[in-house]
């Protein structure tokens, strides 16, 4: 069974773009988070979708935004980018079935890069 | 606020002799954990996980416990090797598909 897919694997930008990152989850998973992860602030959540829908929501800006399609796949968008967004990114895929929670496996990440 | 936290951010130990690292969770309500090693370069890797209604589980060399009395869990991991060295996150939940992750313990292994 092939694991979680993020791409790209590596992201340079800069100041004021807009950035889109892809995650595609362990087959049957339905379930898709994201996570922003820096040295200072450790892994921080960011959203999670289940079926289309946004389930959970972090406390990021609304610059950060996600987006999941009917296939499960699930894409999450930063706007207006700034140099404290420079992070790895990570997805992580679980079956999620209800509100009960289950094991979630992540992707390699997105190593974003702001200059 | 919610938060998880570890004793440790740093741990060394001898191959072959046993590790333990520890974390502390503030959300009583919490009712699941998970423990992840993470590799440099990569991605958290799911190591084991445990529910609340649990105080003990095993896996291949690993062991975790859970006490909810003190809000404590710790991840014991047997015979460590040198593959064993990466930095160890526990993370816990009580929302479906939220993780609240501690700030790691980096382990290293000596030959």
């Known amino acids: 069974k092939a694991g979680v897919t993020q791409t790209p694997r590596y992201l340079i930008k800069t100041r004021g773009q807009q950035v889109t990152l892809s995650c595609s989850p362990i087959?049957?998973?339905?379930?898709v988070s994201w996570y922003q992860q820096t040295p200072g602030q450790g892994l921080q959540f960011l959203f999670e979708?289940?079926?289309?829908?946004?389930?959970n929501k972090g406390n990021f800006p609304g610059r950060f935004s996600g987006r999941q399609f009917s296939n499960s796949r699930s894409e999450m968008n930063v706007s207006t980018l700034e140099l404290g967004d420079s992070a790895l990114y990570l997805c992580?895929?679980?079956?999620?079935?209800?509100?009960?929670?289950?094991?979630?496996?992540f992707g390699q990440g997105t190593r974003l890069t702001v200059v | 606020g919610e938060s998880v936290g570890l004793h440790l951010p740093t741990l060394s130990v001898q191959e072959g002799d046993n590790s333990i690292i520890n974390c502390a969770y503030s959300?009583?309500?919490?009712?699941?954990f998970i423990w992840y090693k993470q590799e440099s370069g990569k991605g958290p890797q799911f190591i084991i996980d445990?529910?609340?209604?649990?105080d003990k589980r095993q896996g291949q060399r690993v062991t975790v416990l859970l006490n909810k009395t003190v809000k404590h869990l710790s991840l014991q991991i047997a015979a460590t090797q040198p593959g064993d060295s990466a930095v160890y996150f526990c993370?816990?939940?009580?929302?479906?598909?939220?993780?609240?992750f501690g700030q790691g313990t980096e382990l290293s292994v000596k030959p």
């Open positions: 992580a895929s679980s079956s999620g079935q209800g509100l009960m929670n289950t094991e979630a496996f």
């Open positions: 087959s049957g998973h339905r379930s």
């Open positions: 979708y289940f079926s289309e829908t946004q389930r």
């Open positions: 959300n009583s309500a919490s009712d699941y």
């Open positions: 445990i529910r609340s209604n649990m």
């Open positions: 993370a816990d939940s009580n929302q479906g598909g939220k993780l609240i």
